[in-house]
């Protein structure tokens, strides 16, 4: 049961996600559950009572009985309510501290949005501390994401990473190990759901929820016009009727139905080029934009940014999990000292 390895210092690494929060623990991939959580609200006094966090919570999602409430605490890429965030990611630190007796107060490194504000970072950092960390590392998304992918960000040439999560797409030029340009915007995921949603009510006249409109993402979105048709079946609500409708929807609709949310994101992606100084720019033109994050699994999207930017697009080989895997080797560098690109609070 004693190992020997049991008193070596914990290193923990966090990509505390909108949809998804991953912890790499001394190198492994340790922890992959939804940042959701359920709570309930005890009558007759203000306290929230957490019911499941993770995997558990997320099947609630839209199924709670009254009293009780799954909500996505980190849902639009800023911290909606700190308390709850606060007991998620504790509930998270210790599920993965508690595999070890009498180990040492951990470092941790967390991932947070370049949009995050100071209070929020606080926020994170004091919520780390208080789960028992020794000491707390912020890193700005971007910078992980491409360390993840593995950009050498290291070297004096512009590298742009584009991480298209639940809640926010974060855009991000690095240059040096620092981040030359970065924007973040409300539109990613959980967008491209709901405009999924919007059509199937319009066009259908059937109303689904966020699960399936997410599995018409995944099985049937698409970005860009393609020859092959892809078409599958699902079952809403009829809107006249009440009853479960069935429907068809094909990758044709929903190109239509996602364009929206996908001229937003091609805007922020041109904003960012045009604010690039030139030199940088010129790299980008030769070396391209690295997509991370799940909307890069989205069909069809490096062909439109790439039709609609002229640059090469690349895909990272596992957009899911890059941000952790580079938030990972962002701690291995700063335990050897060879990195000093530590978010500032
Ligand atoms: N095959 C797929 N096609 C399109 N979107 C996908 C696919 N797989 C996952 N996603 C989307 O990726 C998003 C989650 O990505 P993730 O990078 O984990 O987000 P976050 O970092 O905000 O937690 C969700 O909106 C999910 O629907
Ligand atoms: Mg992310």
Same mark, same amino acid.
């Given at each position: 049961?004693?190992?020997?390895?049991?008193?070596?210092?914990?290193?923990?690494?966090?990509?505390?996600?909108?949809?998804?929060?991953?912890?790499?623990?001394?190198?492994?991939?340790?922890?992959?559950?939804?940042?959701? *959580?359920?709570?309930?609200?005890?009558?007759?006094?203000?306290?929230?009572?957490? *019911?499941?966090? !993770?995997?558990?919570?997320?099947?609630?999602?839209?199924?709670?009985?009254?009293?009780?409430?799954?909500?996505?605490?980190?849902?639009?890429?800023?911290?909606?309510?700190?308390?709850?965030?606060?007991?998620?990611?504790?509930?998270?630190?210790?599920?993965?501290?508690?595999?070890?007796?009498?180990?040492?107060?951990?470092?941790?490194?967390?991932?947070?949005?370049?949009?995050?504000?100071?209070?929020?970072?606080?926020?994170?950092?004091?919520?780390? *501390?208080?789960?028992?960390?020794?000491?707390?590392?912020?890193?700005?998304?971007?910078?992980?994401?491409?360390?993840?992918?593995?950009?050498?960000?290291?070297?004096?040439?512009?590298?742009?990473? *584009?991480?298209?999560?639940?809640?926010?797409?974060?855009? !991000?030029?690095?240059?040096?190990?620092?981040?030359?340009?970065?924007?973040?915007?409300?539109?990613?995921?959980?967008?491209?759901?709901?405009?999924?949603?919007?059509?199937?009510?319009?066009?259908?006249?059937?109303?689904?929820?966020?699960?399936?409109?997410?599995?018409?993402?995944?099985?049937?979105?698409?970005?860009?016009?393609?020859?092959?048709?892809?078409?599958?079946?699902?079952?809403?609500?009829?809107?006249?009727?009440?009853?479960?409708?069935?429907?068809?929807?094909?990758?044709?609709?929903?190109?239509?139905? /996602?364009?929206?949310?996908?001229?937003?994101?091609?805007?922020?992606?041109?904003?960012? /080029?045009?604010?690039?100084?030139?030199?940088?720019?010129?790299?980008?033109?030769?070396?391209?934009?690295?997509?991370?994050?799940?909307?890069?699994?989205?069909?069809?999207?490096?062909?439109?940014?790439?039709?609609?930017?002229?640059?090469?697009?690349?895909?990272?080989?596992?957009?899911?999990?890059?941000?952790?895997?580079?938030?990972?080797?962002?701690?291995?560098?700063?335990?050897?000292?060879?990195?000093?690109?530590?978010?500032?609070?």
């Amino acid at each position: 049961m004693f190992k020997i390895g049991l008193f070596k210092p914990k290193c923990l690494s966090i990509d505390l996600g909108t949809v998804n929060t991953l912890i790499y623990l001394n190198g492994e991939l340790v922890l992959d559950e939804p940042s959701v *959580v359920a709570i309930r609200n005890e009558p007759g006094s203000l306290e929230k009572i957490v *019911v499941a966090v !993770g995997k558990e919570a997320k099947n609630m999602l839209g199924r709670t009985p009254g009293a009780i409430q799954a909500i996505r605490p980190m849902k639009d890429g800023v911290i909606a309510d700190f308390s709850i965030t606060k007991k998620m990611l504790q509930y998270f630190i210790r599920q993965v501290m508690k595999q070890g007796f009498f180990s040492p107060s951990p470092s941790i490194l967390i991932c947070v949005p370049c949009g995050a504000t100071q209070v929020e970072r606080r926020a994170i950092k004091e919520s780390a *501390v208080e789960a028992g960390a020794k000491e707390v590392f912020l890193i700005d998304e971007p910078i992980a994401a491409a360390l993840g992918a593995g950009m050498d960000i290291g070297e004096s040439a512009g590298n742009m990473v *584009v991480d298209i999560g639940g809640g926010t797409t974060e855009i !991000g030029i690095m240059s040096l190990n620092g981040i030359v340009y970065a924007n973040s915007v409300r539109v990613a995921g959980d967008a491209f759901n709901e405009s999924i949603t919007k059509y199937v009510r319009r066009e259908h006249q059937v109303i689904i929820g966020e699960v399936t409109a997410e599995k018409i993402k995944e099985e049937v979105g698409s970005a860009y016009k393609s020859s092959a048709i892809k078409k599958a079946k699902y079952i809403g609500r009829g809107v006249a009727s009440g009853l479960p409708t069935e429907f068809i929807m094909t990758n044709t609709q929903t190109l239509d139905a /996602l364009r929206e949310p996908l001229t937003a994101i091609i805007a922020a992606i041109r904003v960012a /080029l045009e604010q690039t100084p030139p030199e940088l720019s010129s790299d980008i033109a030769e070396s391209g934009v690295m997509l991370t994050g799940g909307g890069a699994l989205l069909e069809g999207l490096s062909e439109l940014i790439k039709t609609k930017t002229n640059l090469d697009v690349h895909i990272a080989d596992n957009p899911l999990i890059c941000v952790a895997h580079g938030a990972n080797m962002a701690l291995e560098m700063i335990n050897k000292q060879q990195m000093a690109f530590v978010s500032a609070e």
